[in-house]
């Protein structure tokens, strides 16, 4: 019962998604990545990204899966440059992927440097941080930047350390996932990283220093 909820869950939460996408994809948008595509490609991306070699942990204990006639590249997300020309793709997906990796804001800059737009979905942190499965795999809590269409990370591990949530059941887990962070973007991706230690002070760039437990 607990995995039919969860594929019902899944298909709910990709409805939602694939809307916006269409309506942020140009007829003319030839060229379309979905970067981190895991166990649930796209529908819309003519070309898929992920690492073929790495621990299906990331994808729940479920294998990558290819689909359609879209072109797979292996590709580990967490090593740059990524292999694709300036502005190759004329539209990139990424959605709940940046959380997980090591330096999402480094990932930003080379969305921006190889795509045209995009799309980024993330897990919104006031609901990510009561997903208690989420502890070991995701290493960034995802915020609104301070600008519009931008974002910002928090190191995930020492805000568990001060504020350590409870458990929520699975169907108040469903409805707060309808607040995933969200945003279409055009040209270049703007992102920062922020330190717990400085929260009121707002969101720096580059990465945490050692103030940051980094």
Same mark, same amino acid.
């Given at each position: 019962?607990?995995?039919?909820?969860?594929?019902?869950?899944?298909?709910?939460?990709?409805?939602?998604?694939?809307?916006?996408? $269409?309506?942020?994809? &140009? @007829?003319?948008?030839?060229?379309?990545?979905?970067?981190?595509?895991?166990?649930?490609?796209?529908?819309?991306?003519?070309?898929?990204?992920?690492?073929?070699?790495?621990?299906?942990?990331?994808?729940?204990?479920?294998?990558?899966?290819?689909?359609?006639?879209?072109?797979?590249?292996?590709?580990?997300?967490?090593?740059?440059?990524?292999?694709?020309?300036?502005?190759?793709?004329?539209?990139?997906?990424?959605?709940?992927?940046?959380?997980? *990796?090591?330096? @999402?804001?480094?990932?930003?800059?080379?969305?921006?440097?190889?795509?045209?737009? =995009?799309?980024?979905?993330?897990?919104?942190?006031?609901?990510?941080?009561?997903?208690?499965?989420?502890?070991?795999?995701?290493?960034?809590?995802?915020?609104?930047?301070?600008?519009?269409?931008?974002?910002?990370?928090?190191?995930?591990?020492?805000?568990?350390? $001060?504020?350590?949530? $409870?458990?929520?059941?699975? *169907?108040?887990?469903?409805?707060?996932?309808?607040?995933?962070?969200?945003?279409?973007?055009?040209?270049?991706?703007?992102?920062?990283?922020?330190? *717990?230690?400085? *929260? @009121?002070? =707002?969101?720096?760039? =580059?990465?945490?220093?050692?103030?940051?437990? &980094?």
């Amino acid at each position: 019962m607990q995995k039919l909820f969860l594929l019902f869950m899944q298909f709910v939460l990709t409805a939602k998604r694939n809307l916006l996408i $269409r309506q942020a994809i &140009r @007829p003319d948008m030839a060229v379309i990545g979905d970067f981190g595509c895991g166990h649930f490609p796209n529908k819309f991306a003519t070309v898929l990204v992920d690492q073929s070699t790495s621990a299906d942990e990331q994808r729940g204990g479920l294998t990558l899966r290819q689909a359609g006639s879209a072109t797979f590249h292996h590709v580990d997300l967490n090593v740059f440059p990524y292999p694709f020309q300036d502005k190759h793709f004329d539209f990139l997906i990424c959605s709940h992927v940046l959380e997980h *990796l090591d330096d @999402p804001v480094r990932t930003c800059a080379e969305f921006s440097r190889i795509a045209k737009a =995009g799309y980024i979905e993330v897990p919104y942190y006031c609901v990510d941080l009561y997903i208690r499965n989420n502890d070991v795999i995701h290493k960034w809590l995802c915020a609104p930047g301070e600008t519009a269409g931008s974002l910002c990370f928090i190191e995930r591990r020492p805000f568990l350390e $001060r504020l350590s949530p $409870r458990p929520i059941g699975l *169907l108040l887990r469903f409805i707060l996932q309808f607040r995933n962070l969200s945003l279409v973007w055009q040209d270049e991706l703007h992102s920062s990283y922020l330190d *717990l230690v400085r *929260l @009121p002070a =707002g969101p720096r760039t =580059g990465r945490p220093g050692p103030a940051a437990g &980094r």
